[in-house]
């Protein structure tokens, strides 16, 4: 009888055992360490559910002039992000896999819709009952920026100090191909998925923000012969409106950031700004839904009253590496391409941005930190941005500071810039002010200006510090399911 009882048990036991071990092979593997730190779970990913086990290059990890690692928050937020990343490396590492494998037809992954009345396509309207225009100074390259007023509207006098002005980067608009490459990738840190950055345009509207161009808020004359900028201490918006300024930075999608995640450039396609991308197995993809340039120009079409006056987005652009995924530098000839050719079609494109309301800045050259350009280095930096990339996307009174490192009123840097006619000078802290004469700028006509940055590291950072309370709830705008580390209440 207790051999018979013995006999059962172990059987039972048998079957037991098999039901857990199924049951396992159907559940999704553990990751291989969590890190709980707070309200933010770091979530290292198993390398066996990325894909095969040949190690595939990812972005440069060093501080070079395309990565966004290097270029962040004022000092006060670089060590706020919590949680460890000494060891958080998967056991092994993976290739890049793609969820969803585009259609080789390149149709477009959403269809514009037209915004109401029909309005045609290459106009500055482009479903705005205000118009805007750029009016040219007779004798001069500068313009300045007009609005005609709609008559039918109310419109009240927004004061400047209470404008918004919002700095993103290029979106990680692949996050499972970013992830496989590098489980804790830099893009991830400085940059924003195209789901937040669909959230962040969907809470400023429901926060009746509307989208401005920098120039609206800025008067020009002359000074000594020269045309200098002042800050206007209002602007008219429709009634119940705040106006923002959205810019995006360093727009120029160099060769070694292909394939990490994020699209490969800018073009017109059907009609529309659209985003290009091709694949490691050969496929393509134009969308009108992976970067901020199709998303924020699909979104207005979607929402005209979000556009005042038909604005978008400030394009900051450097220049070495060509612009808006354009190899449209000189450098380019030797490594065979045809520069000729990428600056034609890099004109089409801008011509376009320019004629529905994108406008652009400059954002340096080769994206140095210009506190530490002195004399021929100098010369070099600014004669190369304007042989390279002035050219193409013409004058433009506004210089955003690599790395958001701004120089002192007087020094040589700064006399260079003002020489060159750049009058609004954007850094990059969390202070979110448009001001006249902050810190030792105390050069009439020429503005400084600070951006409130928009991206993963921040929102960690100041989850708990209410500073992005104006825009949205950071815990609605962040992307857990295209990030690494999650950030939960």
């Known amino acids: 009888m207790k051999k018979r009882i013995s006999f059962c048990l172990i059987i039972a036991m048998m079957i037991a055992g098999a039901m857990f071990l199924a049951g396992c092979a159907g559940s999704d593997p553990a990751p291989t360490s969590n890190v709980n730190t707070g309200n933010v779970m770091i979530v290292t990913p198993d390398a066996h559910t990325q894909g095969g086990s040949e190690a595939t290059p990812g972005p440069a990890e060093t501080a070079d002039r395309t990565s966004p690692a290097t270029e962040g928050p004022a000092s006060d937020a670089g060590t706020a992000t919590p949680g460890k990343t000494a060891d958080q490396s998967p056991t092994g590492t993976a290739t890049p896999v793609i969820t969803k494998t585009p259609d080789p037809t390149a149709t477009p992954t959403v269809k514009p819709t037209q915004g109401s009345g029909n309005i045609p396509d290459n106009t500055p309207v482009y479903g705005s009952s205000e118009s805007a225009r750029m009016v040219p100074i007779e004798g001069r390259e500068e313009e300045v920026y007009c609005v005609t007023l709609d008559q039918n509207k109310e419109y009240w006098d927004c004061p400047v100090s209470k404008l918004g002005h919002i700095f993103v980067h290029n979106l990680v608009a692949f996050p499972e191909l970013d992830l496989a490459i590098n489980p804790n990738s830099k893009w991830h840190d400085w940059n924003n998925t195209t789901v937040e950055y669909v959230r962040l345009l969907e809470s ?50 160099p060769e070694d950031e292909h394939g990490t995640g994020r699209i490969d450039k800018i073009v017109v396609y059907e009609g529309h700004i659209a985003s290009y991308t091709y694949f490691a197995d050969g496929t393509e993809e134009y969308s009108y839904e992976r970067d901020v340039c199709d998303i924020t120009e699909q979104f207005c079409l979607k929402h005209p009253d979000f556009s005042f006056a038909g604005a978008r987005l400030l394009l900051a652009c450097s220049g070495d590496a060509g612009i808006l995924g354009y190899r449209t530098d000189t450098r380019y000839a030797s490594k065979g391409y045809d520069v000729e050719k990428e600056r034609a079609d890099a004109r089409e494109v801008i011509k376009y941005l320019k004629e529905h309301g994108f406008y652009f800045g400059c954002h340096s050259y080769a994206h140095l930190d210009l506190r530490t350009l002195t004399g021929s280095k100098l010369d ?83 989850a708990e510090k209410g500073v992005f309370d104006k825009y949205g709830d950071v815990y609605e705008l962040y992307d857990n399911e295209g990030r690494y580390i999650k950030l939960y209440r």
């Not at 206007?232 to 995006?248: A, F, M, N, Q, R």
């Open 204 to 253: 400023l509207y429901e926060k009746n923000y509307v989208l401005i161009d920098a120039n609206y808020i800025f008067d020009y004359q002359y000074k000594d012969g020269r045309l200098v900028a002042n800050l206007k201490k209002s602007i008219k918006l429709p009634k119940g409106k705040t106006g923002v300024i959205i810019s995006c930075d360093n727009v120029c999608f």
């Open 380 to 462: 070099k930096e600014f004669d190369s941005w304007n042989t390279q990339v002035k050219p193409l996307i013409g004058y433009t009174p506004f210089y955003v500071y690599p790395f958001g490192n701004w120089v002192e009123y007087g020094t040589e840097q700064y006399t260079r810039l003002v020489d060159e006619g750049f009058h609004v000078m954007y850094a990059t802290s969390m202070n979110d002010i448009l001001v006249n004469g902050t810190y030792n700028h105390r050069d009439v006509g020429n503005i400084y200006g600070e951006r409130f940055i928009y991206c993963g590291k921040t929102m960690v950072a100041y």
